[in-house]
């Protein structure tokens, strides 16, 4: 399935048929678990920002070549969704405009967000298996 985002979109979470629950659902989403299922990786992807010093520690790489690298990693995630969601904004800003790290945390959380509305789509389409352990009220 995929979804058309807009400014006004919004829709309700609910069980995908041959559920045995019926109604609403909350999903709780861990952005990077559902980011390794999404670009078929099996190890943790270097895209935080806040990190960014501790990916790369033994290339003690400047502040410049950190940001490359995150906005490499923002555009492999940005294209991994685009094969799920239509209408993304262009929201990874060109290297040349980025000056500084905190800069780029906004895109991280948008993206972050993005991941969490595809594992909404996913289970509105059956296609979600949860994790852990699960305790009704």
């Known amino acids: 399935g995929q979804c058309v ?3 006004d979109a919004a829709w309700t979470a609910h069980q995908p048929s041959g559920s045995d ?6 999903i709780e989403c861990y952005p990077h678990v559902a980011l390794l299922a999404l670009l078929k990786c099996d190890y943790r992807l270097p895209y935080k920002v806040s990190r960014s010093g501790q990916y790369w520690k033994a290339e003690k790489l400047t502040r410049r070549e950190r940001i ?3 906005l490499d990693q923002f555009r492999a995630i940005r294209t991994g969704l685009e094969a799920h ?5 262009a929201l ?3 290297p040349a405009k980025v000056s500084t790290l905190a800069s ?3 895109v991280e959380d948008m993206l972050d967000g993005l991941i969490c509305d595809w ?4 289970h509105l389409e059956g296609r ?3 994790l852990g352990r699960f305790v009704r009220p």
């Open 119 to 122: 594992i909404g789509i996913e």
């Open 85 to 89: 969601i239509s209408g993304m904004p």
């Open 68 to 70: 490359a690298r995150l």
């Open 5 to 7: 985002l807009g400014i």
């Open 104 to 106: 780029l945390k906004p």
């Open 128 to 130: 979600t298996v949860g």
């Open 92 to 94: 990874i800003p060109e």
């Open 21 to 26: 629950q019926a109604g609403p659902a909350l």
